[in-house]
């Protein structure tokens, strides 16, 4: 807009400015004249003076689709489109080509600058052939003078058709023109092969793709994705099958390619393809064919939560965009709860996992019951360990009418419930719990191949269990007060102190799920670099943090790697010391990593009395706390082996493993993943606990050597739990063993077994009040205390059967 205003002129020929609108200037020397700055596309000013008898007027001089004025009549000065085109060629720089810039830096001008050279160079070659006065094989006329230089030029060996008497100057003529033309020759011939290779990568780029089906599609590259692969590698080999995996994301993909390298050592390297490409691009997708894949994982970026999460609604829109939708399961990772919803809103195949909470809430038991939270880091991974797989009776091979008969004809696992079709799991059903044609049980096994199902012969070794009942019966009598029994069993210091260090980003969801697990009277200290006030607004920002009622909060400021501050906390009357990563440095994992195996570091060498001048360990002290250092990089993972030191110091948790493995288990089997969420809320799904093996064996049999696993676990079944493992410490050191392969192992004195049980607190009954008392129902979430992200796990067919 160019705009002038009317105002008074002020005399004495001294441009002055109108305080009201400073873009106007005026002059008085016997005539009226308006001086209007207008800033230019390029940043000048320009003025424009006009002569006439009256005052000023307003004037717009309007832009692209042609210019008109609008004027408001306060004078009679007016300003014509001559002067105004005038003005338009002094604001519009107009750029062109150097030609040093269009010979050099385009195509068209090397070529063109090749040719120049080259004709210049024959015509300089002409007329010194001439000027030598030519030989028998070519004379001095115009013609044949131009066909030698030609030929010299272009043709390099044309010299070794001169004779050895000719003349040093047709020699030395002809030995520069080879070179000359030799060296040309190589230029455009480079030039020629680099345009041939650029038109061939375009089109290889363009054109190529990956032809795969039912494989397993990984969107995106970030710290979690070298462990996606390694769950789905380990899953497949439990499953005996050989899965491929590609990898779409924008990284480079000899970058990701090197990093594959470096974390697989064997075969896997040949199952995993990586392609760059943007997983929010339709084209991309397609290239690596998403319509045919089984399964699709979408990984969050680095950022922000929230912006990361945007990220992942972004490649989920574009898979919905294909012109085939894919028909494999697809799971996003999401970091903020609230997405979850939109991502199965987008895309009906879609599933939103917001893993974080059952990972906060394996930390919290690693911390508080260690026992119980190691159980639950082996059954969150395929790559160590026994997990749960969900098995037909048909591809059991079994036939059987009750959950008590499949419990005892499966003996290469352990049946821990049923899942009905169209239906939630039902974790330790009663023995009588009639087995419908389509259920599916939930097996406890090492691997899918391990899983051998065996009818025993008669009914003899159960039926002698039967006559023991009621001596059974009574030697666990005191299992009805079985919570309380479990404390005392998770942690001989009753839980009182914990110490955080770090301030991690979902620092509250750590707390709110602590808050299930701890008693009364429990206090937490925190070290962290965020001032008291910023730990008060952040924790009065969060309603849920109200509902804490059971923790006392003590809080302190100061670097989590400083020795000093590191001091000052209560290290000897800690049962438990978290290390977290901190969220200033979740940016960088490799970082984050760094400072917590630092202060891992520090910590250990406190309680051991290495820096006598700032702390000295109390020699009252009966035990070392619990050191739990949270790692984000695999990098942790190659650089400390099992055998390194450190290990014998300090519990790292993988977290960025734990969450990649419940990915892998909401891909493949949704069912296994719901169950695993169900069982670390408060509800009546089920609970994993500690108990006494003297509960389920006599004193004359302690005293004997003890009894069988195989024969505690029905004595354990006959009060309605299941055993899954034990934990020794009677008879050795024995670490946490899940469906142990050795079922004539002795239980004895001091051991502990895990049981999957539902009578842990105020419980509702598991049967419903309008069913039957032989089929009872699976339990509700949405009224139970549902978690975060349920995967719904119908197939088509459980829903028609529904419908």
């Not at 699709?296 to 939708?325: N, Q, S, W």
């Not at 301030?503 to 962290?528: C, F, Q, R, S």
């Not at 952040?538 to 020795?563: C, D, N, P, W, Y």
């Amino acid at each position: 807009w160019l705009k002038v205003q009317s105002c008074p002129v002020h005399g004495g020929g001294v441009p002055t400015r109108d305080p009201s609108n400073p873009g106007v200037s005026l002059t008085s020397g016997g005539q009226h004249t308006a001086m209007v700055d207008t800033p230019s596309a390029v940043g000048s000013h320009h003025s424009l003076f006009h002569h006439g008898d009256s005052g000023l007027q307003v004037m717009h001089a309007l832009s692209s689709q042609g210019r008109h004025h609008e004027t408001k009549n306060v004078g009679l000065v007016s300003i014509e489109s001559h002067l105004l085109q005038k003005l338009d060629d002094e604001l519009v720089e107009k750029v062109r080509w150097t030609a040093g810039d269009w010979f050099l830096g385009t195509m068209g001008g090397q070529l063109t600058g090749l040719v120049v050279f080259m004709v210049v160079l024959n015509l300089i070659g002409t007329v010194m052939w001439m000027t030598l006065g030519g030989n028998e094989l070519y004379d001095t006329s115009w013609s044949q003078s131009t066909w030698f230089a030609w030929g010299m030029f272009f043709d390099p060996g044309t010299q070794m058709g001169f004779e050895a008497s000719e003349t040093w100057g047709v020699k030395l003529l002809a030995v520069i023109f080879s070179v000359f033309g030799f060296l040309y020759n190589l230029l455009f011939l480079g030039l020629v092969i680099d345009s041939v290779k650029n038109a061939l990568e375009y089109w290889r780029r363009k054109r190529s793709r990956i032809v795969a089906n039912g494989h397993t599609i990984l969107l995106g590259w970030s710290e979690k994705t070298l462990f996606v692969m390694e769950e789905l590698v380990k899953s497949a080999e439990n499953r005996g099958v050989a899965s491929q995996i590609v990898v779409l994301a924008e990284m480079d993909s000899f970058d990701m390619k090197q990093e594959v390298c470096r974390h697989f050592k064997g075969k896997e390297n040949k199952l995993i393809q990586c392609r760059q490409g943007s997983p929010c691009d339709c084209e991309d997708l397609q290239r690596v064919s998403a319509r045919s894949a089984s399964e699709i994982i979408v990984l969050t970026g680095p950022g922000k939560p929230r912006h990361a999460d945007l990220a992942t609604v972004r490649t989920v829109v574009a898979l919905a965009a294909l012109p085939e939708p894919p028909k494999g399961c697809i799971v996003a990772e999401v970091r903020v709860a609230e997405t979850c919803p939109a991502i199965g809103a987008v895309l009906d195949r879609a599933e939103g996992i917001f893993a974080r909470d059952a990972v906060n809430r394996v930390l919290c038991l690693m911390a508080v019951q260690p026992i119980i939270g190691d159980i639950y880091q082996q059954l969150m991974s395929w790559c160590e360990g026994a997990e749960i797989y969900l098995k037909s009776l048909k591809d059991l091979g079994v036939s059987c009418n009750t959950f008590g008969e499949a419990h005892q004809l499966i003996t290469g696992g352990i049946v821990l419930g049923v899942r009905p079709p169209g239906d939630h799991a039902i974790m330790a059903p009663d023995s009588s719990y009639e087995m419908g044609e389509f259920d599916k049980l939930l097996v406890l096994a090492d691997s899918d191949v391990s899983i051998m199902a065996q009818t025993k012969r008669g009914l003899t070794s159960r039926m002698s269990f039967k006559s023991e009942a009621a001596v059974l019966r009574a030697s666990v009598s005191g299992l009805s007060d079985l919570s309380a029994k479990s404390q005392r069993w998770t942690n001989n210091k009753g839980n009182k102190t914990i110490i955080i260090v770090g301030w991690p980003n979902d620092i509250d969801d750590i707390l709110l799920a602590m808050e299930d697990y701890v008693d009364h009277g429990t206090v937490v200290h925190i070290l962290a670099n965020q001032s008291d006030e910023e730990r008060r607004r952040h924790m009065e920002t969060k309603r849920a943090m109200r509902h804490i009622k059971k923790i006392q909060f003590k809080h302190h400021v100061g670097s989590i790697t400083s020795l000093n501050s590191l001091a000052e906390l209560p290290l000897s009357e800690a049962t438990a010391i978290l290390i977290l990563a901190d969220g200033s440095l979740t940016d960088d994992p490799k970082t984050s990593d760094s400072a917590c195996l630092a202060t891992t570091i520090t910590v250990d060498g406190l309680l051991k009395g290495r820096y006598p001048k700032v702390y000295s360990p109390p020699d009252t002290a009966t035990g070392s706390p619990r050191i739990i250092c949270e790692v984000l990089s695999p990098v942790i993972e190659r650089a400390l082996p099992a055998s390194h030191k450190l290990r014998k110091c300090a519990v790292f948790f993988h977290s960025s493993a734990v969450e990649t493995g419940l990915f892998t288990m909401a891909a493949s089997q949704a069912s296994v993943y719901n169950a695993l969420l169900m069982l670390l809320h408060r509800n009546d799904f089920g609970d994993t606990t500690l108990c006494c093996a003297e509960d389920y064996i006599k004193p004359e049999e302690i005293a004997e050597g003890g009894v069988p696993f195989e024969q505690v676990a029905q004595r354990v079944r006959q009060v309605g739990d299941i055993l899954l493992g034990y934990s020794g410490a009677g008879s050795g050191d024995r670490a946490p063993q899940l469906n142990p392969q050795d079922k004539s192992i002795c239980i004895s004195e001091g051991d502990h077994l895990i049981v999957l049980t539902k009578r842990l607190g105020d419980r509702s009954p598991i049967v419903s009040p309008g069913n039957s008392p032989k089929r009872a129902s699976a339990p509700t979430p949405s009224s139970q205390g549902k978690p975060g992200a349920m995967v719904i796990d119908m197939t088509p067919e459980e829903k028609a059967m529904q419908v």
